[in-house]
């Protein structure tokens, strides 16, 4: 069966309503565009409007870090099926970088995990009673950064863990009339993928990791969080669906003396090169 991006329409989520943070750009557009695709009604909102907009996607400008903004916007709806919290991200940031302020770059961590933990459970919180009353569904955009040691971005890493445990938590204090769930996302090809992987010749060594021999297109994110949302996954809350091509082939293989073999079948000798696989929505922020 061919794996590349294209997937069936869902039924089940015409006429209901769908809000995506950050939902203009990579990732964010990716899983609008796959909601409107099933027929549903969306709104995205971010802090900036998308470059171009996005066809059967509504926007509205909302920065998420505030909090009675939030609970206004989601006050003001009439109805809420589904709310994907997928606003985050994090540029490459050490925790000590030499000769920087301490307390700056202790701030500068503080706001990443403010980002990608507080404020969706921020928006999860407004959105509750909504969702309550249409027995609607959440869920969050996490990351395999979330469950692996990820240096240069620990933060990020350490807020998508409990981005994750939230959701678990979330999925059992809220049942039955909400279901909760993550999406456990790993490397995408969004249009900022050259600057993760330098260009294209980069971007096709790293999909060569990948067991299913290429990165995520957005609309791979898109299917899965469609399907969390709709009929089919009437039982499923409190999961974590992992979102990855198979994941990561550990490096000690390839540090291995001698021959291995790929993760497409082939033998090949052992390459050197390495890389920094960091999931898309490590940068630029959004939201």
């Not at 750009?25 to 990716?30: E, I, K, L, S, T």
């Not at 990561?248 to 003396?257: C, G, K, M």
Request: proline content about 7%; hydrophobic content about 45%.
């Amino acid at each position: 069966m061919d794996n590349s991006a294209a997937h069936p329409v869902d039924s089940s989520l015409h006429g209901r309503t769908v809000v995506v943070t950050g939902g203009t750009r990579g990732v964010g557009a990716g899983i609008a565009r796959a909601f409107a695709e099933a027929g549903a009604t969306v709104l995205a909102c971010a802090r900036r409007p998308p470059e171009e907009p996005l066809e059967g996607v509504g926007f509205t400008a909302l920065d998420l870090r505030d909090p009675p903004a939030v609970r206004t916007f989601f006050a003001a709806l009439p109805r809420l099926d589904v709310l994907v919290n997928n606003a985050g991200g994090t540029p490459y940031r050490p925790l000590i970088e030499p000769g920087a302020d301490a307390v700056a770059l202790a701030e500068r961590h503080a706001r990443i995990v403010e980002l990608n933990l507080i404020t969706p459970l921020t928006a999860s919180l407004a959105a509750h009673e909504h969702l309550r009353r249409s027995r609607g569904s959440i869920v969050m955009v996490g990351s395999v950064s979330g469950a692996r040691p990820s240096p240069g971005t620990a933060a990020y890493g350490a807020a998508k863990a409990g981005l994750a445990g939230l959701a678990a938590s979330m999925a059992v204090e809220w049942a039955p009339e909400v279901r909760v769930n993550t999406l456990v996302v790993g490397m995408v090809r969004t249009e900022l993928a050259h600057l993760h992987y330098g260009g294209p010749d980069g971007v096709a060594a790293v999909s060569r990791t990948v067991p299913l021999g290429r990165l995520a297109a957005p609309a791979d994110v898109g299917a899965a969080a469609v399907f969390l949302a709709s009929d089919a996954a009437a039982y499923i809350s409190g999961a974590s669906l992992q979102v990855h091509g198979g994941g990561e082939r550990p490096a000690f293989l390839d540090a291995a003396v001698g021959t291995t073999v790929r993760p497409n079948g082939r033998e090949a000798a052992a390459e050197a090169a390495g890389h920094r696989a960091t999931d898309a929505s490590t940068t630029p922020l959004e939201g």
